[in-house]
Structure formats: structure tokens, C-alpha cells
């Protein structure tokens, strides 16, 4: 997730200065689809109550994340 936030900057920088190079160009184009991937990842981090959390083993998979919700009470909290 931050490192495709970064690289969405980092190509954002390179557009008022580009090159020649235009087969590089294109490797370094970020599609749209991950542009609003990455909006969603942001949204959906600010919303989660404070019980859940959300963990990106690999950045760069966005679509691969694990999900941990933690209970408020357990059943040692409730009594009989």
C-alpha cells in the first residue's frame, strides 16, 4: 500500500519532467484501477472500528490482506 502510494508520486514528479524514454515510460504508468485501489485501501483503514485491523503482507498486492477482528468482551468478562 505505501509503496504503490509512493510510487504514484513518485510518477506524478516524473510527469512534469519527462524524457525521451518512452518504453519506460509505459512500465512506469499506473493504471487508473490502482490510482482509486489505493483511495479504497485509505478509506477502508479510517473506517474499521477499533476492533479490527488490517494487515498488507506484500504492498504491492493490494487484493491479498488479512483481516484480524478482536472481540470487545470474552466470555471470561461475562458473568453468569
Wanted: charged share 30%; with cysteine; net charge positive.
Amino acid at each position: 500500500m505505501l509503496t504503490l502510494a509512493s510510487k504514484l508520486k513518485r510518477d506524478d514528479g516524473l510527469k512534469g519532467s519527462r524524457t525521451a524514454a518512452t518504453a519506460s515510460d509505459s512500465t512506469r504508468r499506473v493504471s487508473v484501477r490502482d490510482k482509486l485501489l489505493v483511495k479504497e485501501v485509505a478509506e477502508l483503514e479510517a473506517n474499521l472500528p477499533c476492533t479490527c485491523k488490517v494487515h498488507f503482507p506484500d504492498p504491492n498486492k493490494l487484493h491479498c490482506f488479512q483481516l484480524t477482528v478482536t472481540p470487545v468482551y470474552t466470555l471470561d468478562d461475562v458473568s453468569m
